[in-house]
């Protein structure tokens, strides 16, 4: 099934430490919403974004829905331990209720 | 507020035999979702419901795969006959779907799939 480039696959990084993941599409959407999923459950939802430019934060998480309407990034500042998962994009086409998702950045940190 | 609601959330099956999985949408969300996710990969939808009408289901297996959604709350999915490559978590999400596009999915703890 068709899913989005996302990057990176996955990331380990110290405590304390920024990260920064993105996606890609060739279609435009007009929402994209970003989730961690942990071992046996179902993803999280971090954050909505529903207006191109639109930059979105919840607590360190910050996320921005590119101009082009065809990207959009996650940043995690100053990460802690309990920040390790996976962190999945999901975009929705344009004129359509339909969700495509990115392959997944996995994250782990290091204390 | 109580999220989507699944089960089981676990399931080991020998192949060929069926399986039914269950879902319990958050109160007042009108658009449900199933979807598939494979080991290492992001979940693929499978289903789309709006109220009681399976709007999207371009990308279900029809040949053993089936879905309902009575009343256009609680949804079931079914498998029959189940294959090996069946194999995956299934997840269940749901939304309140407005008018002007905004539409949030919030998603079910899933159920995992073994196929033996």
């Known amino acids: 099934g068709q899913q989005l480039n996302q990057s990176p696959q996955s990331m380990f990084i110290q405590e304390g430490e920024d990260v920064s993941m993105n996606c890609t599409s060739s279609s435009i959407f007009n929402t994209w919403l970003w989730y961690k999923q942990e071992p046996g459950e179902g993803p999280v939802l971090l954050i909505a974004?529903?207006?191109?430019?639109e930059l979105t934060s919840n607590g360190r998480l910050t996320a921005q829905f590119g101009i082009t309407r065809k990207d959009s990034f996650l940043n995690i500042s100053a990460s802690i331990p309990s920040d390790v998962g996976i962190y999945f994009c999901?975009?929705?086409?344009?004129?359509?209720?339909?969700?495509?998702f990115g392959t997944g950045t996995r994250l782990k940190v290091l204390a | 507020e109580a999220g989507v609601v699944q089960s089981p959330r676990y399931k080991i099956i020998e192949k060929k035999q069926p399986v039914a999985f269950w879902c319990n949408p958050i109160s007042g969300h009108n658009t449900l979702y199933w979807y598939r996710q494979n080991l290492g990969q992001g979940p693929e939808l499978l289903i789309r419901?709006?109220?009681?009408?399976?709007?999207?289901d371009s990308q279900l297996p029809k040949d053993r795969f089936s879905a309902e959604r009575l009343k256009g709350v609680d949804s079931t999915l079914k498998i029959q006959p189940a294959e090996l490559g069946d194999s995956a978590v299934y997840l269940c999400a749901s939304s309140l779907s407005l008018a002007g596009g905004l539409d949030t999915q919030y998603f079910g703890p899933g159920t995992r799939l073994t196929v033996l």
């Open positions: 999901a975009g929705r086409i344009s004129g359509t209720y339909k969700y495509i």
């Open positions: 419901y709006e109220n009681e009408e399976a709007v999207d």
């Open positions: 974004l529903y207006k191109a430019g």
